[in-house]
């Protein structure tokens, strides 16, 4: 990728598995990024989110805990499709903090007239979402491979990117069908 890109990483530390984007953004400060790459752990502070979106990117990258159905530990990446997402949800979901999931803050962007470029979401299959510090075994062992996915993202050249995206739409369309987070064009389903 080429430009300035933002990794967003969101999720909740008293939420067991969801602080899985937080796990990952601390891993992240210790490896060496391409320049304009800038990774901030969000927490639950989608509002802030939304708001440093306006700064303008190329690229966003959104790590966060993702049910999909799949088993725990696996690792997503899937391009939203702002067009299929139901409209409203942002202004339902301002008041409550563990409503600001990526599609909510996406949505409010576009309220507030700001374009997050291009989105990619790396998502991760929670085995426990209960109130309680940690992630579990799986979740945690997958950090490592979210990360590798993270760089390979912000350090492939684009048009290698995009012909390796349809290479796996095909492979990963039934995939597709099974998502519970919404209308979506998957790119990769598992790290």
């Given at each position: 990728m080429t430009g300035r890109t933002l990794i967003a990483c969101l999720g909740n530390i008293f939420l067991g598995d969801d602080g899985f984007g937080v796990e990952v953004a601390q891993r992240l400060t210790g490896e060496e990024l391409?320049?304009?790459?800038?990774?901030?752990?969000?927490?639950?502070?989608?509002?802030?989110?939304?708001?440093?979106?306006?700064?303008?990117?190329?690229?966003?990258?959104?790590?966060?805990?993702?049910?999909?159905?799949?088993?725990?530990?696996?690792i997503y990446v899937v391009e939203p499709d702002?067009?299929?997402?139901?409209?409203?949800d942002a202004a339902l979901s301002l008041f409550n903090a563990h409503g600001m999931q990526p599609d909510v803050v996406l949505d409010l962007a576009g309220t507030l007239g700001i374009e997050a470029g291009r989105v990619l979401v790396v998502g991760c299959e929670p085995a426990n979402l209960d109130e309680g510090m940690g992630l579990s075994p799986a979740v945690a062992a997958a950090v490592d491979e979210a990360v590798r996915v993270v760089i390979r993202l912000v350090t492939r050249p684009r048009h290698d990117e995009e012909r390796h995206d349809e290479e796996r739409h095909d492979e990963e369309r039934h995939d597709e069908e099974r998502s519970a987070a919404g209308p979506q064009q998957e790119i990769t389903a598992r790290g």
């Open positions: 391409p320049e304009g790459v800038r990774v901030t752990d969000y927490g639950i502070r989608g509002m802030h989110l939304a708001y440093d979106l306006a700064e303008g990117f190329d690229t966003t990258i959104l790590v966060d805990a993702m049910q999909r159905g799949d088993e725990p530990g696996t702002p067009a299929q997402r139901p409209a409203g």
